[in-house]
């Protein structure tokens, strides 16, 4: 049993930021990796607000992810409503997820100013759905919004609402700082009532306005709350939610609470960077722990001290969240994660001295020109094998062309493509026409090769992102495209960057294809 178990909200809460949309494809590689770190409960947003959330509840289950609980979110009964005909209830029974989470009221200022009922009327409201949900679902967890501002104006109102979800039956009652901007202080003192107050599990959902997130969820944890709620790299409304990166190595090295497991927290830095890349965001270097600059180091008492004992100027391992000591001007870790990543892919790479110099030369050249390979990790493997001298050249290319024609204004563009590759001496030639340039050079290519390769057949492009990575040079600038790839087992990101977008395209798919032949292979040597 953990001592904290994690309430990952990021596909709802982390989906309401400014600059933040995933796709669905992109949310089901979220749940996936969420599991990976050892989250308990995965929230998938509310059914009834888009189709996109509704679909994800029908797609997860196929996902058969492990120790994990998949929570729909959503309000209590509309006041004046009976709860088995309300809409909102009912969409997340559609939902059918083991969990539910209802949000409801316990600030008397939106009792009175926005559902405008008396504060009895929304006591039946809390009571009355918590239990309706109850006799439905294995757990019903009740998030008490706006608690701690409710709690400043209206003490004992605030204290009712709580036990009026504890008789309806809540498994947990989970206190929200909503508005972000209460004090540790203002934390410990509410909690300290609600635990005279209520017997109930109780967990905690703070907002980061006031930059306290972070503080404020510990400062509930010492006050014996037992569930933490976040976003990875707190992705969030405003100025987001609490982060769950850096709350869980807080949690677990900090505070000794068992979160995770450590192989999963050596995963911290590998996921908060593939939900930026999923974002296309670009990482935040100075974040905590997983910053590329959390634990670098440039010249004078630093770098003597570090180089002798790290814990002159580090407070934790590296190690332990996935990260890396880096001496400025010159770099002097890497192997290790190269071996580590090396086990990953079941790849033995111990006393493999060259190859993982040539791995560690040309991660530095490629990353140096932009490349980026936490979400791309099927292109990273083809790199080791590269190294290794065991990536077979499927096919050669001899030339394409990508021709993106706009014959009148009123009408969408034409795009088509032509390629032209030898396979084993033979030549193949191909055209297809598709949606947009690289969605045409994809159906080009596949068609090309599907005569020696029957099985890229399956292989359908997923997702597609450019980023632009150079700035001031405007239509001129270096991209980065990321390709996730399927073939209705599995999913893998490649990645390419160039001055042209359509060669950066053409790279990512071609790993993309070289990765499908790679894992087809009857006899995989490592």
Not at 109 to 127: C, G, P, T, W
Not at 295 to 311: D, I, P
């Amino acid at each position: 049993m953990k001592d904290v178990p994690l309430y990952d909200t990021t596909l709802r809460d982390g989906c309401q930021a400014e600059d933040i949309s995933f796709t669905l494809e992109d949310k089901l590689r979220i749940a996936e990796k969420l599991a990976e770190l050892g989250i308990d409960y995965i929230e998938g947003g509310y059914p009834g607000s888009n189709a996109r959330d509704a679909d994800f509840f029908k797609r997860v289950k196929k996902l058969k992810l492990k120790n994990v609980k998949i929570a729909s979110f959503g309000t209590t009964r509309k006041p004046g409503a009976k709860a088995s005909q309300d809409f909102n209830l009912k969409v997340l029974l559609d939902a059918e997820t083991p969990v539910v989470t209802l949000v409801g009221k316990t600030w008397d200022l939106h009792v009175r100013d926005d559902l405008r009922i008396s504060q009895k009327a929304n006591l039946e409201v809390i009571e009355d759905s918590v239990a309706f949900m109850k006799r439905r679902v294995d757990e019903v967890i009740f998030d008490a919004e706006h608690f701690f501002d409710g709690f400043r104006a209206n003490p004992e109102y605030a204290l009712e609402c709580l036990k009026a979800a504890e008789q309806g039956g809540a498994d947990w009652i989970v206190l929200c700082d909503t508005n972000g901007g209460r004090l540790p202080g203002d934390i410990r003192e509410a909690i300290a009532h609600v635990n005279r107050t209520v017997a109930s599990a109780i967990g905690i959902h703070c907002h980061n306005d006031g930059e306290l997130a972070v503080a404020n969820t510990l400062a509930g944890v010492e006050m014996g709350v037992t569930q933490v709620q976040g976003t990875i790299n707190g992705f969030g409304e405003r100025c987001g939610n609490l982060n769950l990166v850096s709350i869980i190595p807080n949690l677990q090295l900090k505070m000794g609470k068992n979160c995770v497991k450590p192989a999963q927290l050596k995963k911290l830095r590998e996921v908060s960077h593939f939900f930026y890349e999923l974002a296309n965001i670009h990482p935040n270097k100075r974040q905590p722990y997983v910053g590329d600059s959390a634990f670098a180091h440039k010249g004078g008492l630093h770098v003597s001290g570090v180089l002798k004992n790290r814990e002159t100027y580090e407070h934790i391992d590296p190690d332990l969240v996935g990260n890396r000591q880096r001496v400025l001007v010159s770099d002097l870790s890497g192997r290790s994660n190269v071996i580590y990543k090396g086990k990953e892919y079941g790849i033995d790479l111990t006393g493999k001295s060259e190859a993982i110099h040539d791995i560690l030369r040309r991660t530095k050249e490629l990353e140096s020109r932009g490349y980026e390979f936490e979400a791309a990790e099927a292109s990273f493997e083809l790199l080791i094998q590269e190294a290794l001298g065991k990536k077979k050249k499927n096919f050669e290319l001899v030339g394409f062309r990508v021709i993106d024609e706009k014959r009148n204004e009123g009408e969408p563009p034409i795009s088509e493509a032509t390629i032209m590759v030898r396979v084993d001496g033979e030549m193949e030639h191909a055209a297809a026409m598709g949606n947009g340039p690289v969605n045409a050079l994809d159906q080009a290519l596949r068609r090309a090769l599907t005569k020696f390769y029957p099985s890229l057949k399956q292989v359908e492009l997923l997702d597609y992102k450019v980023r632009v990575l150079s700035s001031g040079e405007g239509t001129a600038a270096v991209v980065r495209v990321l390709i996730e790839s399927g073939d209705g087992k599995e999913h893998w990101g490649t990645v390419g960057v160039s001055h042209n977008v359509i060669e950066a395209s053409w790279q990512a798919l071609v790993d993309s294809i070289d990765y499908k032949l790679y894992k087809d292979a009857p006899h995989r040597a490592n």
